[in-house]
């Protein structure tokens, strides 16, 4: 590999969660605006409007932008294709797999695991259990794992140290694998993954292409499987294709940013030990345990932190046509904790990346970090926005048709002719937008039998506008701002894995 | 699953080969376009029709009008807001509002689209550039479209939006691209906010589209899928556009049954087509000859035959078949009393002739599929030929005489009434001796007088000037209103039937008056 950005700053965890000068900053910002509303009511209040317009605009051209993107990345050049399984160079794989109360799914995971093409002598998978989880150790345990499966164990946290002091949880674990990680690249799988089988072949295939050496992950599409469950898997189904299919490879193509998916990154192993962050971001681990820390344990979502880290060190991600299905919730409430898990942990990567952000602008390049902070912060605050331009709008024209006047002029004074055509051109345009990409997102990946249910959008918007809120109520409170939503899986699954079961038995009987 | 590969990607619209005729196309086209602009220009005829005046002034009010502040309100609820929110870049130019070019613009550039489009539907059609070229000349030269296309009016923009839902359900069918689909339901959107005879073309193609997929055997989730997303896309218009009524004036139906919007407004009782399904059916035939000129509709009914009896309404064949059920809508339009439309032939006058120019879309695409249908190539050269001389001829019959121009003779006659006299005499009058100050007047039926005087729509309180009409019309002093303006024909406006002999015009004296119109200034 080549030696990238070696100088760089050294990497941060989200451990602080405000630096002093972000501290000041919002201290001193806070207080303008307080004297301001106080002197200057209405012309405060119109800079505000001026300043959240000019952030809608920035989001809407950038998604924009990413759509047209995506599509000169469909219709430019073909997709790599995956190498051959008896490739004799074919390098060593390690597969991470952390795993947290999934004992039920295990079987499952095991075979869609064992589907994968690659030679088993160089394939490692890691199984990353829990000390605590005995029920998931123990099934483990108990099976006939293939060969080239390991079980690690992370340790657990004795009981009496804060929380804080302790992270726990999925980067923890991948750090402990990383340590152990003997294959000259790593791949993530989440517990209900199911990789296209040659998507190891894709991915190195794509890493050989890669003559500059700058590329030192690439990331596998997800997609979710149950799209038809409900019509909260029909949202999370349209979302990803929208993330995946349109924003991530539209960055990837521009060669801005991806922030990464939690699982089917495929990473250079040696890069992830290479920008390491400094033990000293991290309590030691009990026992004495060894961890590499490519991945930041206080970070909700390190994935998207680490894509930042990797720009920020002169590295670039690429997206490769490979599917991993994953199974979407189905349930509101876990939605709910899922969401407000990614947008915590982007706020997290956005205020890590914002601490200098003169430095890291340099570092990583200005229009990267610009566009790279504006996902980060943008998406929730663009959340946490939304509500309120509904319901200025709602409260304007409520106020006009039943006549209380002072109300509708109150608004209008917030909005000059120019600020006002600018923001009821990003509010129609921008949402027709968001709704033109969900629906297309059902044509494009056959979700025939969604289209329709893309007309519940704005309450979905809602939806994820009151998670973006909660998400502050978290952070606000040192007790939940690190709080990891696990995600629940595992019903259809389970279901699924009786059919297949199901169908060898029979097939085994039908030879008989 | 399926997986995006560069060959069968759904989402990728762009054709393997792309063919460069088209750049062509256009390029002539905008030449055209430029050159007809130029010609209607020096004739003064650009502002020859009183609704290009209103889509100006209704854009103008738009971004300049006495309430001040948000005033999106001035759209208004009757005409749609899509050709008036496009000419709002260039309608704060004064010089452009005032010579139309403001509006003329978005015409121009939707008649180079549609040439465009119409040259890749025939094209597509027929896999014969030569015949894309003669279908789009047909369209390019008509005379009644070169005309329409340098004015203000709506009606090429919503013949963009028609060829482009032609085009992307076509493209669609025969490609099974999705991506056309969206386009094409975008092309709807922009349609429906453009002129409701859209809206029937996509009802029209919403069926089709389900019956397009049937015929081509799609399963009945992705016909459904397809079908609700095509209608979703282009839905957004209608309800968007009920909704805005509902907010603005109080009822989802107010651009149907509102004040300024009732039929009756149009349709008296004695039309000779109300009611006379024959007669409506002549009036619409005669208005559609009238546009396209009689040789080039027989052509298209050649053209139509060959394409019914060749095509077999084979699934890629009926989304150019769905440009003809204008025809029975405009019937019955007329028919029911919906839409008022007179030819000379019948009513001894010309009102709303142009509408009959909205089949030079399927004329345009069916004389080019016609020649097509020759087997020899040099058959299908002399054919073409034939045609291109037709169309020139008439090109050149008309040229020599305006008059010969229905969509312009119709306006030309209109001012050449003691109405419009007496309202430009109002205008003369403004024009020299306002100096400013706010103008009460009511814009209905009035439009020419502001727009002549040189007025800016900034000054003028209407019936559309929220919270402000109301108090300026009772109290005209009270509003600093310095000239009041009313119509008393037989027809009067609000400003005569409420101020007419009130003591609230005391303070105002009479400076102007002829047949038609009371000019009141402010006494000094």
């Not at chain 2, 430009?424 to 400013?436: C, D, P, Q, R, V």
Request: charged share 15%; hydrophobic share 45%; with cysteine.
């Amino acid at each position: 590999m080549s030696g990238h950005r070696n100088k760089a700053l050294p990497r941060r965890s989200a451990r602080v969660f405000l630096s002093t000068g972000q501290k000041i900053t919002l201290a001193l910002g806070l207080f303008a605006v307080l004297v301001g509303l106080v002197l200057f009511t209405t012309g405060t209040l119109q800079v505000l409007v001026d300043i959240s317009l000019t952030f809608y605009g920035c989001i809407m051209l950038l998604k924009a932008v990413l759509f047209v993107a995506s599509l000169q990345v469909r219709g430019s050049s073909p997709a790599t294709p995956p190498l051959s399984i008896n490739d004799p160079d074919l390098p060593t794989y390690t597969a991470l797999v952390p795993l947290y109360r999934e004992a039920q799914i295990l079987p499952a995971l095991v075979y869609n695991l064992s589907q994968l093409q690659y030679p088993k002598h160089r394939l490692q998978v890691l199984l990353l259990l829990e000390e605590d989880d005995t029920e998931t150790l123990l099934e483990a345990q108990i099976m006939d794992l293939p060969d080239n499966f390991e079980i690690i164990v992370a340790p657990g946290i004795p009981q009496g140290q804060a929380r804080m002091n302790q992270p726990k949880g999925k980067p923890r674990a991948l750090n402990i694998g990383l340590a152990r990680a003997t294959g000259v690249f790593s791949v993530i799988y989440d517990a209900e993954d199911r990789p296209d089988p040659d998507q190891l072949l894709k991915a190195v295939a794509e890493f050989r292409k890669d003559q500059k050496g700058t590329v030192a992950c690439v990331q596998a599409r997800l997609q979710f499987w149950n799209e038809d469950t409900s019509w909260v898997t029909r949202f999370y189904w349209a979302e990803y294709v929208v993330h995946f299919v349109y924003n991530l490879a539209g960055l990837a193509k521009l060669n801005l940013v991806p922030p990464l998916g939690g699982t089917s990154n495929h990473f250079r192993t040696e890069v992830l030990r290479k920008i390491a962050f400094p033990q000293s971001e991290f309590p030691a681990l009990p026992g004495g345990t060894d961890a590499a820390y490519g991945w930041d344990s206080y970070n909700v979502t390190e994935d998207a932190e680490l894509a930042g880290a990797l720009a920020m060190y002169g590295y670039d991600i690429k997206i490769i046509d490979s599917v991993t299905y994953e199974e979407a919730t189905s349930r509101v409430r876990v939605a709910d904790g899922q969401r407000r898990r990614w947008l915590k942990g982007y706020l997290q990567t956005g205020l890590v990346y914002t601490r200098q952000p003169v430095r890291t602008a340099r570092q990583m390049g200005p229009v990267k970090w610009f566009c790279f902070n504006l996902l980060m912060l943008g998406t929730p605050f663009s959340l946490m926005l939304n509500p309120i331009y509904w319901g200025l709008t709602i409260a304007y024209f409520v106020t006009r048709v039943a006549g209380y006047t002072d109300g509708s002029q109150a608004i209008e004074q917030l909005f000059p002719t120019p600020v006002f055509y600018t923001g009821v051109a990003l509010l129609l345009v921008g949402n027709l937008l968001l709704f033109l990409q969900l629906v297309t997102a059902c044509l494009d990946r056959e979700g025939y039998g969604s289209v329709k249910y893309m007309l519940l959008a704005p309450f979905w918007w809602i939806f994820t506008s009151w998670s973006a809120y909660r998400v502050l109520f978290e952070l606000a409170r040192r007790k939940t701002r690190y709080t990891w939503h696990k995600t629940e899986h595992g019903h259809d699954i389970l279901k699924e894995s009786e059919v297949r079961l199901e169908t060898t038995r029979k097939n085994t009987l039908d030879t008989v | 699953m399926a997986t995006a590969t560069l060959d069968r990607d759904p989402m990728v619209i762009s054709p393997p080969q792309r063919d460069k005729t088209v750049r062509w196309v256009a390029l002539v086209a905008s030449l055209l376009s430029v050159a007809s602009f130029t010609y209607f220009f020096q004739k003064g005829v650009i502002l020859a029709y009183k609704d290009g005046i209103s889509h100006l002034e209704i854009a103008s009010r738009t971004l300049n009008n006495p309430s001040g502040g948000m005033s999106f309100a001035q759209l208004g609820g009757v005409w749609l807001p899509l050709p008036h929110l496009l000419s709002l870049p260039f309608v704060w130019i004064d010089p452009l509002y005032f010579n139309g070019f403001a509006g003329s613009i978005v015409s121009m550039v939707a008649y180079v689209i549609t040439s465009a489009l119409l040259y890749k539907i025939v094209v597509d059609l027929t896999g014969h550039k030569l015949a894309g070229i003669v279908g789009a000349l047909v369209f390019m030269l008509n005379p009644n479209v070169l005309y329409m296309q340098s004015t203000p009016m709506t009606e090429l923009l919503l013949f963009a939006c028609m060829a482009g839902m032609v085009y992307g359900a076509q493209r669609w069918i025969k490609t099974d691209r999705f991506g056309y689909l969206i386009g094409a339901g975008l092309a709807g959107l922009a349609g429906c906010l453009t002129r409701y005879e859209a809206w029937v073309l996509f009802a029209v193609l919403t069926v089709l589209i389900g019956i397009m997929g049937w015929r081509s055997k799609f399963e009945g989730r992705k016909i459904e899928g397809t079908v609700i997303a095509f209608a979703i896309i282009g839905g957004i218009a209608i309800s968007g556009w009920m909704l805005w009524n509902l907010i603005i004036f109080g009822n989802p139906l107010s651009f149907q049954v509102g004040e300024y919007a009732k039929p009756s407004l149009w349709v008296g009782s004695g039309e000779p087509s109300l009611g006379h399904p024959l007669v409506a059916l002549r009036t619409y035939t005669i208005a559609t000859v009238s546009n396209l000129w009689l040789p080039i509709a027989v052509l298209a009914v050649i053209g139509l035959i060959g394409y019914i009896v060749r095509e077999r309404l084979s699934a890629h064949s009926l989304p150019v078949l769905s440009l003809l059920t204008l025809f029975p809508f405009f019937v019955f339009a007329l028919y029911s009393g919906q839409r008022p439309l007179h030819v000379e032939q019948i009513s001894g006058d010309l009102y709303n002739v142009r509408f009959g120019l909205l089949m030079v879309l399927p004329a345009a695409v069916l004389i080019g599929y016609l020649s097509s249908l020759l087997t020899s190539r040099i058959y299908t050269q002399m054919a073409s030929v034939v045609i291109i001389g037709f169309v020139v001829m008439f090109g050149l019959w008309t040229a020599t005489d305006t008059s010969n121009v229905v969509t312009l003779k119709e306006p030309v006659v209109a001012l050449d009434t003691s109405y419009s006299t007496d309202s430009s005499e109002a205008s003369a009058y403004l024009k020299e001796h306002y100096e400013g100050g706010l103008v009460l007047m009511e814009s209905f039926g009035n439009e020419l007088v502001l727009f002549e005087a040189g007025i800016p729509t900034g000054a003028n309180l209407y019936e559309g000037s929220y919270q402000l009409w109301e108090p300026a019309l009772a109290h005209p002093a009270g509003s600093d209103i310095q000239w009041i303006v009313m119509r008393h024909t037989d027809q009067p406006d609000e400003v005569y039937t409420t101020l007419d002999g009130s003591p609230e015009l005391d303070g105002y004296t009479l400076a102007f008056q002829n047949n038609s119109y009371y000019v009141f200034e402010e006494k000094p």
